[in-house]
């Protein structure tokens, strides 16, 4: 049975990788996968009262990162509703290819900072669509969108799933991880930015007028800027509220959008029944991603089993043997490898099985905010743009703007990997200045 559950984790894992080839949703492949590897746990020996002791505990840390992730797409999604982006995009009047490039850029990444990489990608290819009319110009844009999205989220705890997992989990403190990898992150930015600024030239054609779809959206620019503080400073409070209370994430989440959701409803409740129910969080709740959430329960699900099961475990001593992970150089090569594996399988099971293979040991690497969590933070997050499968930003743009795998790989692949280089090179260089 042990090594049965280890197969079958192996076989969802290639049914999430491949979906696309496969057309089965990953949701339904990892909900299936933690299921059956969860049963095969109970049918191999295993008392019944201890598996669900531990099933249960599991639930309970799954459970805090489901409604936090809910939370967090819903406030975004209420934001996007009310069209309270379009403050920010409706500033931008440039045509120079470079100076879009910085700008769209930058804004990327400080947006998946503040909110998360997918959604900024989703909101960030509907700006694009509106500013740039040539598809390979705005298909190497949007790759650009994919690697912003992925570091600025990555030294946020509330930017990138992982990120967020390790911030839950205890691995990592919100103050550290935005400390540590900021600069990181940063780097992973600029290399292919500078790059390309030496490798571009002229200007975007915009798209005419009547090619943009026109909005007869009953908000009025009052309710969008309204709409805007309220959502990003709701999501800004959580880690404050963390901070302050140290109750668990999720429930600072649920209040901000408890209290977006009364600013809402208030501001909305002169306006018609169907107007209400089209702009207001109980109509946004229908568009949210609800198969990423059943996701990310199915395969965290399937990782716990793994841990309960004691697979992790001896993975995590194998690697000990083999590569070493007393040394900052055996560390170093570990986080790096599970960032390039990030780009062919899910960033996320790779994050939870790490958190199960290795404790915090107090004194060791794997301290609490210690090297390897913060390291493991920035690769997790940003080795995913290696591939456009390799992140949900990236597998988001590929299906809104329809971009084939092998023109990712061709035009942004090798981008995407001198900031990662580029990235872990600065990580390396600054805990070499503060350490040593």
Excluded at 14 to 29: M, N, T
Excluded at 316 to 341: E, K, N, P, R
Excluded at 414 to 424: P, Q, S, T
Aim: glycine content about 10%.
């Amino acid at each position: 049975m042990y090594f049965l559950m280890i197969a079958v984790f192996v076989l969802g894992y290639a049914a999430i990788a491949f979906e696309h080839s496969l057309k089965i949703d990953k949701a339904a492949a990892a909900l299936v996968t933690g299921v059956l590897c969860w049963t095969i746990y109970v049918f191999g020996g295993a008392d019944i009262h201890d598996a669900e002791h531990h099933l249960l505990e599991h639930l309970s840390e799954i459970s805090g990162i489901l409604f936090f992730l809910l939370g967090a797409m819903t406030i975004v999604e209420v934001v996007d509703s009310h069209e309270g982006f379009a403050v920010v995009t409706d500033k931008i009047s440039t045509n120079s290819i470079r100076s879009l490039l910085w700008i769209i850029a930058i804004l990327t990444f400080f947006f998946s900072a503040i909110l998360d990489n997918l959604t900024t990608s989703i909101v960030m290819i509907s700006l694009l669509r509106k500013l740039i009319k040539d598809q390979p110009t705005r298909w190497l844009f949007a790759g650009m969108v994919v690697i912003s999205a992925n570091a600025g989220g990555a030294f946020s705890p509330i930017g990138d799933v992982t990120t967020t997992m390790l911030w839950i989990g205890g691995q990592v403190s919100a103050e550290n991880i935005i400390a540590f990898i900021f600069l990181p992150s940063v780097a992973c930015l600029l290399a292919p930015l500078i790059y390309l600024t030496f490798t571009l030239k002229g200007e975007v054609t915009r798209p005419e007028e009547d090619e943009l779809q026109s909005s007869n959206h009953p908000i009025s620019r009052k309710e969008q800027i309204t709409v805007l503080i309220a959502g990003v400073a709701g999501l800004l409070f959580v880690p404050i509220f963390k901070t302050v209370t140290h109750l668990p994430p999720f429930m600072g989440m649920m209040f901000s959008l408890g209290a977006l959701w009364l600013i809402t409803d208030v501001m909305h409740r002169d306006k018609t029944p169907d107007v209400r129910r089209s702009i207001g969080v109980l109509g946004v709740l229908r568009k949210v991603d609800t198969p990423s959430v059943l996701f990310f329960l199915g395969i965290l699900l399937a990782v716990a089993s793994l841990q309960t099961g004691g697979q992790l475990i001896d993975l995590a001593a194998a690697l000990d043997a083999s590569i070493g992970t007393s040394t900052q150089t055996g560390i170093y090569f570990i986080g790096s490898i599970i960032g390039v594996l990030s780009a062919i399988v899910d960033n996320v099971p790779l994050v939870a099985a790490s958190m199960g293979m290795y404790e915090m040991i107090p004194g060791t690497y794997f301290a609490h905010d210690d090297l390897f969590w913060k390291f493991l933070a920035y690769c997790a997050g940003t080795g995913g743009s290696l591939l456009i499968i390799g992140s949900a930003a990236g597998v988001a743009v590929m299906g809104l703007e329809r971009i084939p795998f092998g023109w990712y790989l061709k035009k942004i692949s090798f981008l995407a990997l001198i900031g990662y280089v580029a990235g872990i090179g600065m990580y390396i260089l600054q805990r070499w200045i503060i350490f040593g």
